[in-house]
């Protein structure tokens, strides 16, 4: 009786340390685009674009607020 609780708090606590280390969301469609640049990426969902660093891939997403 006594660990159920615990477990669920375990499995809450994993489930928000997973999720807090990327803001993707499933719109987010990054693809790396070598035709523009070495390290250039478009998200094909939106049509954001970034350029980034050799070997970094984008973590957020860029998409414009509905509210701009």
Same mark, same amino acid.
Do not use: Q
């Given at each position: ?25 499933? #719109?987010?469609?990054?693809? @790396?685009?070598?035709?523009? &640049? $070495? ?7 939106? #049509?954001?674009?970034?350029? @980034?660093?050799?070997?970094? &891939? $984008? ?10």
């Amino acid at each position: 009786m006594f660990l159920l609780p615990l477990g669920l708090i375990a499995v809450f606590l994993a489930l928000w340390l997973m999720r807090r280390n990327s803001s993707l969301t499933r #719109g987010c469609l990054w693809r @790396l685009d070598r035709t523009v &640049a $070495p390290n250039h990426w478009r998200c094909a969902a939106c #049509g954001a674009e970034i350029d @980034l660093p050799p070997g970094k &891939a $984008p973590r957020d997403c860029l998409k414009p607020s509905a509210e701009d």
